[in-house]
């Protein structure tokens, strides 16, 4: 299977960093292919000014963007690594699907059948770390609220299944114990949704 991980942090340091290694490691290690987009360290373009936002209104894209979506279009599994930043994603993250998830390719209106999902078939796998605890994020609407943003206004707008979204509180002060348990869960996960593939 292609598993394609669409990565949005600045810091190679960060706990989303070592979620990116183990997930890769464990793509591979179960036999199938991976491929990264390091939004940062491509310093991917996250808005589009007017005269770029018309041509696009027309079907005309840039190069970069037709390079992102021929991943996508490639790929099985999508996952996204990111933090919360102020109850959402980075900006670069936002601008990445406001202009990769464009009508036409991820979505489109049909006069008769309303929304087209036009990337069913596909399945995605969050992983947000945030420095509140889940228990405050639960009890004040934060958790679904951050879940509801990816898995219907996103992925299920165009037809992707959400099959696994973790959410790790208390990110920034907690023990090295609980972030290494993190992090095992990232691998259990992958191992999961990617199995190893049984040979005939
Ligand atoms: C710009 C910015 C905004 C943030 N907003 C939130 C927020 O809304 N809720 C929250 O729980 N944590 C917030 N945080 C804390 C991050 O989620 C936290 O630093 C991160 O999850 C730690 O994991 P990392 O090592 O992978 O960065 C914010 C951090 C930054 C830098």
Known sequence: ??????????????????YLEVMKEQTRANGHDVVVRDLYQMHFKPVDYAA?????RRGEYPEEILTEQEYLRKADLVSL?????????????KGYFDRVFTRGFAFDYHPEKGLLKLLEGKKALVVNNMGDSRKHADASGMT?????????????????????HLLFGNATTRDKTVRIGYIEEVR?????????????
């Open 1 to 18: 299977m292609n598993h394609l991980i669409i990565y949005a942090h600045p810091n190679p340091d960060s706990l989303s960093h070592a």
């Open 52 to 56: 770029d936002f018309e041509k696009s």
């Open 81 to 93: 690594i990111y933090p919360v930043w102020w109850g959402s994603m980075p900006a670069i993250l």
């Open 144 to 164: 679904d609220s951050i879940k509801n943003f990816i898995r219907s206004g996103v992925f299920g707008f165009c037809g992707i299944e959400t099959v696994e």
């Open 188 to 200: 259990e996960k992958i191992s999961k949704h990617l199995p190893i593939e049984a040979t005939v």
